[in-house]
């Protein structure tokens, strides 16, 4: 099972370090069809896909198969871990959410304020309700940390 999680991470590891190389040296990037990119890519990110559902499908025996804990307190199972990890997920994903929502919102929202100062009242609403998305995300978080 480390060896998946090590594939996952040597996955991301080039994905960022092929970002910033070709970041850095643009005349390289110039020179890269954007199809090979586009391919390397998914080819990478269909790497990584398939490490987490190898990790989650062979790691959720062990985390099924654990006893009920009677040692001392302090140690932390797989399935324990896993746990939180499940119930941090929702936050995660309703944050980068929110974030994606509230981007073009208040770029919007400052470009009618600039025009007409009165309508500060509803722009507000349009960006609170872009920003709910991470509350719900923050109140199921909550609640599944309730059932673990």
């Known amino acids: 099972m480390y060896w ?9 590891v080039f994905i960022i370090a092929l970002g910033l190389y070709l970041e850095l040296n ?6 890269i069809p954007p199809r090979r990119l586009r391919s390397a890519l998914g ?36 399935g324990f871990g896993l746990a939180i990890l499940g119930a941090g997920l929702p936050m995660a994903v309703a944050a980068i959410g929110a974030g994606i929502a509230l981007g073009p919102v208040g ?8 025009e ?15 920003e709910g998305i991470a509350i719900y995300g923050l109140v199921v978080s909550i609640l599944l940390l309730g059932r673990i």
């Open 43 to 78: 080819a990478h990110l269909a790497l990584f896909a398939a490490a987490l559902a190898g990790t989650l499908f062979l790691g959720i025996h062990d985390a099924l198969a654990q006893t009920p804990a009677s040692t001392s307190g302090g140690a932390v199972t797989l």
């Open 4 to 12: 998946l999680a090590s594939l996952m991470g040597l996955s991301t």
């Open 26 to 31: 643009r005349s390289a990037a110039k020179n």
């Open 116 to 130: 007409k100062p009165e309508m500060f009242g509803r722009t507000l609403v349009y960006m609170g309700l872009a």
């Open 107 to 114: 770029a919007a929202a400052m470009a009618v304020l600039a």
